[in-house]
């Protein structure tokens, strides 16, 4: 189990559950995101993240599509149910249209291929957390 946070309670954007088996992407991403001003909590498994997610609330969850045990897909749907207004972007190395149609009946919002530049990424992340913020504005329980 490896657990990253990076916190920036001065400016903080929005909250980021990573969760991605690749030990130095998952590093990397909650590392680059902090200084954006998003306070980031980062995870190898899908069972972790979910164990977090029903404690803590967050805004965004960026997660990798292939994983062993849970796929992105899986967590988005289990993610769901603890917190609907959760706005799921999966990350994948091994794209195909089926796999986007699928990711984005399941509820994700977006999909990204890798290799990303941060560039690429931090729009994407501005417009998910503009969606967060309208469902948040809408449903009185948030």
Known sequence: ??????????NTVGRIIVVDDESELMSTLCEML?????ET??????????TVLKNQEFDLLLTDLMMPEMDGV???????EIDPNLISIIM?????VQTAVE???TG??????????????????SRAMQVRNL??????EQ
């Open 1 to 10: 189990m490896k657990n990253v946070e990076q916190k920036d309670s001065n």
């Open 34 to 38: 902090g200084p954006q001003g998003y």
């Open 41 to 50: 909590a980062g995870f190898l498994t899908g069972a972790e993240a979910l």
């Open 74 to 80: 899986e967590l988005i749907r289990a993610s769901l």
């Open 92 to 96: 994948t190395g091994q794209g195909t």
């Open 103 to 105: 990711a984005m009946r």
């Open 108 to 125: 994700a919002f977006d999909y990204i291929m890798k290799p990303f530049k941060l560039g690429t990424l931090l729009p994407l992340l």
């Open 135 to 140: 469902l948040s504005s809408i449903d009185p």
